[in-house]
């Protein structure tokens, strides 16, 4: 069994992809050793938001005056934001990045196999809106982080970092 997520290492690709922006609404996965180390990290800016919509209009205006962000909510905001993504993020061309922390996702059991329904239809929305999505699972996937940010700016469009357990 690989190792589980490690924060750290996390932070450190987001760093290693030019971010410095972190707009977030806290949330329970990845809050406790993500967000607030970054925020007591001076290489980010971190701009607490209070709707996710909110959140994902700050990264295109970051964006639009040369600053990359990266968007940090939980997949029930995702799924309140939609609207907000397929405008700004899609129809705007806007490389808007987000690490969503899937709340409450069984251990082992991938997202579209979940007993909760919230968590079983992020992925196949993503699918549907032609949004890249990644699953970061363990520590081997962390190096996803840098070639899905990298290749959202290159082109101009979202991409989801999906954490499917709290990193430690």
């Known amino acids: ?25 806290p949330d329970r996965t990845t809050s406790e050793n993500v967000l607030k180390p970054m ?4 290489d980010f800016q971190v701009v607490q938001v209070c709707k996710e919509d909110e959140g994902l209009s700050i990264c295109c205006g970051l964006y639009s005056t040369g600053h990359r962000a990266l968007l940090l909510i939980q997949h029930t905001g995702l799924l309140d934001s939609i609207n907000a993504l ?9 490389p ?4 969503v922390g ?30 890249e999505h990644h699953l ?3 520590s081997g996937d962390i190096a996803k982080v ?5 290749k959202a700016y290159s082109n101009q469009t979202p991409v989801v970092l999906l954490v499917a357990t709290e990193p430690k």
């Open 1 to 25: 069994m690989e190792p589980a997520l490690d924060a750290v290492q996390i932070i450190r690709e987001i760093k290693r992809a030019g971010i410095r922006f972190i707009v977030a609404v």
């Open 39 to 42: 925020q007591k990290d001076p």
């Open 86 to 94: 397929r405008g700004s993020g899609i129809e705007g061309q806007n």
């Open 96 to 99: 808007v990045c987000m690490m």
């Open 102 to 131: 899937l709340l409450q996702l069984e251990p082992g059991v991938k997202p579209t196999k979940s007993k909760r329904y919230g968590l079983r239809i992020v992925e196949p929305i993503l699918d549907a809106m032609q949004i």
């Open 136 to 138: 970061l699972e363990t």
């Open 146 to 150: 840098v070639p899905a940010i990298e």
